[in-house]
């Protein structure tokens, strides 16, 4: 779970806390977990994607920077070998995994923000769809 004050937490099925973070996070706007399970992204308010092990590892694995407005939707490939992010920007950012430093790939997908996003791991089929009801 996450909030706007940028608290993230991870939970087992049992209820157990495996992860707790107070504001290493910009506001926490939407949230995925890997294919394998291992690794939570969550997208933030300031554009920023922060990656956390599910291992209850206490800071991020890595920080993904690019979009100019919040973070909307996040998905991972079927292989989990990259990292889909939607924002605000109007844009759909596709980040390799594990990060490589190299900038995204930046698709400009709509002409108002990218609100949401759906992707089917096997085809690679992706929808999204944006602030002024256009869905591509």
């Known amino acids: 779970s996450g ?3 940028g608290a993230l937490r991870i939970w087992s099925r049992a209820g157990r806390e495996l992860l707790r973070s107070d ?7 939407t949230l995925a977990f890997s294919p394998d399970g291992a690794t939570l992204a969550a997208g933030a308010d ?6 956390w092990a599910v291992d209850g590892q206490q800071a991020p694995s890595a920080v993904l920077q690019g979009h100019s407005g ?3 939707a996040l998905a991972f490939d079927g292989a989990g070998a990259g990292l889909l992010s ?11 995994l594990p990060p490589t430093g190299a900038p995204p790939l930046v698709l ?19 929808a999204t769809g944006a602030s002024d009801g256009e869905v591509r």
């Open 3 to 5: 909030d706007d004050s």
């Open 23 to 29: 504001g290493r996070v910009g506001g926490v706007t």
């Open 46 to 51: 300031d554009g920023s994607t922060q990656l």
């Open 70 to 72: 919040a973070v909307t």
């Open 86 to 96: 939607a924002g605000l920007d109007r844009t759909l950012q596709l980040s390799p």
């Open 108 to 126: 400009q997908a709509h002409a108002s923000g990218v609100r949401r996003m759906a992707l089917h791991a096997m085809s690679g089929l992706l």
